[in-house]
């Protein structure tokens, strides 16, 4: 969440205003390795990453994620909405469009 913050100040305070915390945002996210929110290209680019940089990629993978739905997520205001968002996903983002989403996630 304190990268959220950074990096989409807006969409941080949005989520949070709306108590959604950072368990109920990331748990799906993360424990299904993104495979049930990105198409499987997407999600086995972030693994390859994963294998040379290590699991911080995961973070900003997540950041990006939501960077990515920002203005739909503006939508959301409760649990169910985000979800609906989430579920979703990123279509019609190609694998490289998607990699310098993350990649920007992680500068400062």
Same mark, same amino acid.
């Given at each position: ?39 499987? %290209? ?8 994963? /294998?040379? $940089?290590?699991?911080? +990629?995961?973070?900003?993978a997540g950041v990006a ?17 985000? %979800?609906?968002?989430?579920r979703v996903g990123i279509?019609? /983002?190609? $694998?490289?469009?998607? +990699? ?9």
């Amino acid at each position: 969440m304190h990268t959220l913050s950074l990096k989409h100040p807006r969409l941080h305070a949005h989520l949070t205003n709306y108590s959604l915390t950072p368990d109920s945002i990331f748990t799906e996210v993360f424990s299904s390795l993104f495979t049930r929110f990105l198409s499987l %290209d997407q999600a086995t680019r972030v693994w390859d990453i994963m /294998v040379f $940089e290590g699991d911080a +990629i995961l973070v900003r993978a997540g950041v990006a994620f939501l960077g990515g739905l920002e203005a739909r997520l503006f939508g959301a205001v409760d649990q169910r909405g985000f %979800d609906e968002v989430c579920r979703v996903g990123i279509e019609g /983002v190609d $694998e490289e469009e998607w +990699i310098s989403w993350v990649k920007g996630a992680g500068k400062s």
